[in-house]
T-cell receptor
């Protein structure tokens, strides 16, 4: 079984709809992240969480919200989806213990979201 | 703020060596990482450098010069499966969150 899972894998929705993307991990990591990827722009950080009580905005948080329901679950919501939120969304985790392996982030398979 | 610059595309021949450069500007620096991403897939971790010098992991090596705000990823004995996008990323002041470059698309030709 995959260590970091994301649901749904693909989603098509309409402008104005609320949508939630879910991420679960079995790695036991405290740190979780949401990124979006657009062609030619690399990965950009939306939100990150260092534990259940700690939520932080990233580079492009406007139009998004998150919920850290448990150590293993971190959800991303689009309250009112718009077409320029069409992108590939990745969840990632890390254990933050430092050094090479503490800095490694483990990515889920991604959710391809299309907003019409 | 933070910014990273890397070439958008590189082409190399199977069996050759290729170097992908990355220059960065960041208000705080805690290390430079490299990730590989095959088309449509999840990024996967390749290497991390916190101190100056070369780190080697099999066919891949990564170098860092903190005084020059510069690093590179070196891929040796290129294989067709190495065709992918490669991203450099820095840890800045936002703890362990990463700021990624826009990626370098590597095409390995026969």
């Amino acid at each position: 079984d995959a260590d970091v899972t994301q649901t749904p894998r693909n989603r098509i929705t309409k402008t104005g709809k609320r949508i939630m993307l879910e991420c679960s991990q079995t790695k036991g990591h405290d740190r979780m992240y949401w990124y979006r990827q657009d062609p030619g722009l690399g990965l950009r950080l939306i939100y990150y969480s260092f534990d259940v009580k700690d939520i932080n905005k990233g580079e492009i948080s406007d139009g998004y919200s998150v919920s850290r329901q448990a150590q293993a679950k971190f959800s991303l919501s689009l309250e009112s989806a718009i077409p320029n939120q069409t992108a590939l969304y990745f969840c990632a985790t890390s254990d933050g213990t430092g050094g090479r392996y503490g800095n490694e982030q483990f990515f889920g398979p991604g959710t391809r979201l299309t907003v019409l | 703020g933070q910014s990273l610059e890397q070439p958008s595309e590189v082409t190399a021949v199977e069996g050759a060596i290729v170097q992908i450069n990355c220059t960065y500007q960041t208000s705080g620096f805690y290390g430079l990482s490299w990730y590989q991403q095959h088309d449509g897939g999840a990024p996967t971790f390749l290497s991390y450098n916190a101190l100056d010098g070369l780190e080697e992991t099999g066919r891949f090596s990564s170098f860092l010069s903190r005084s020059d705000s510069y690093g590179y990823l070196l891929l040796q004995e290129l294989q067709m499966k190495d065709s992918a996008s490669y991203f450099c990323a820095v840890r800045g002041n936002s703890g362990y969150a990463l700021n990624f470059g826009k990626g370098t698309s590597l095409l390995v030709t026969p």
